[in-house]
């Protein structure tokens, strides 16, 4: 019966870290659609992105329930308490992710038709590298790998330059063309959910490091 009782306990472990991977696949989809459809001034696909974050929170919520059953019924202790106690704060950062792109998606749907008051590049390559950071630290999560979720942490220097950089840029629409004060506002918004989902994308890297190693580190931002 203990036999029976411990491989079921380990099966929820794993399927704990397959709804965490899930999570993490639903919302590099809406990061990514949320992109998509400020480019392309897609209202469908912004407002499609919003009612897919329901779906996201739904799926934090299953996750945080089954954290809180493993616990009160297992009593986990050393690696199988981090699995828990990570499962609980990865969920959590990828729920902000989602968060963020349904406002970057809600934004989106405020353009119509008007022009970019500046060729849209820098944020797209953002939303490339933040995507790339997300893609990664759920991989490292997946297959434990150290090396990897400690690159993550380093990219995320990336995105803040040129989180930087663009902020510099539009901030100077905001002060010499009144007319292009909402809209440069708007992009300055996008760009810090952007650089706020790296950071996430960051955070998860580093739970993964202290899932591995029981080491806590983390990345000045």
Known sequence: MVGVTRQAYIEDLETLRKDISKMGMAVDKGLKDSITALINRDAQLAKKVMLDDDIIDEMNVK???????????????????????????????????????????????EFDEQSFVKKLVDIPQMAEFAGKMLQDAIKAYNTFDVALAEQVCLDDDKVDALYAKTFRELSKFVVDDAAMVKQATQLIFIARYLERIADHATNIAEWVIYLVTAERIRKDR
């Open 63 to 109: 996750v945080e329930d089954s954290c809180m059953l493993l616990i009160a019924r297992q009593q986990p202790i050393a690696r199988d308490l981090r699995i828990i106690a990570t499962g609980l704060k990865i969920s959590t950062d990828l729920e902000r992710i989602g968060d963020h792109a349904h406002d970057i998606a809600k934004t989106a749907t």
